[in-house]
């Protein structure tokens, strides 16, 4: 029957710094966060047992910040023109930029016509973005 080693001193401070529980707050959030940095900035010099405080912290955070704070998802459509409007871009640029009819990008800027691999592909390679940020190739959103 094996043994479970004794938390070491460092290990019991950062449960007394922050214990690992959930995160109930933005405060107990902000505490985490600081504690996370604090054991990214010494990095490749932390012990066993502060690895493996950094770990379950880190999903502690993340449980926490995508319960409370939540990625909403929005179309393929909705993406672009966001990244087009960000950039000074018209519609007329990309689709020429893209190789697509003015008409055909509009239509699915306007979301009556699907986003088809070619034009995922065309659109961005013209704005200089990896495809994969489209979302899944069978879907029309985007998280």
């Known amino acids: 029957m094996s043994v479970i080693a004794p938390p ?5 401070d950062l449960i ?7 995160i109930h707050t933005d405060e107990e959030l902000a505490v985490a966060t600081q504690t996370l940095h604090k054991l990214l900035d010494r990095s490749g010099k932390l012990s066993d047992d502060e690895e493996g405080y950094l770990n379950i ?3 502690v955070i993340r449980t926490y910040e995508t319960t409370r704070y ?3 998802r929005t179309s393929r459509a909705k993406f672009t ?3 087009i409007d960000s950039r000074g871009l018209s519609m007329d640029d990309v689709a020429r930029g893209s190789g697509i009819d ?3 990008l509009g239509a699915i800027l306007a979301g009556t016509q699907p986003f088809t691999a070619d ?3 065309g659109v961005a390679g013209y704005l200089g973005i990896d495809p994969v940020l489209f979302g899944e190739r069978d879907s029309d959103s985007w998280a």
Do not use: M, Q
Request: hydrophobic share 40%; charged share 20%.
């Open 16 to 22: 007394n710094e922050f214990p690992l529980r959930p």
């Open 57 to 59: 912290l880190g999903d």
């Open 119 to 121: 034009c995922v592909a």
């Open 81 to 83: 023109l966001a990244i």
């Open 8 to 12: 070491s001193p460092e290990y019991l």
């Open 70 to 72: 939540p990625v909403r």
């Open 102 to 104: 003015t008409a055909t």
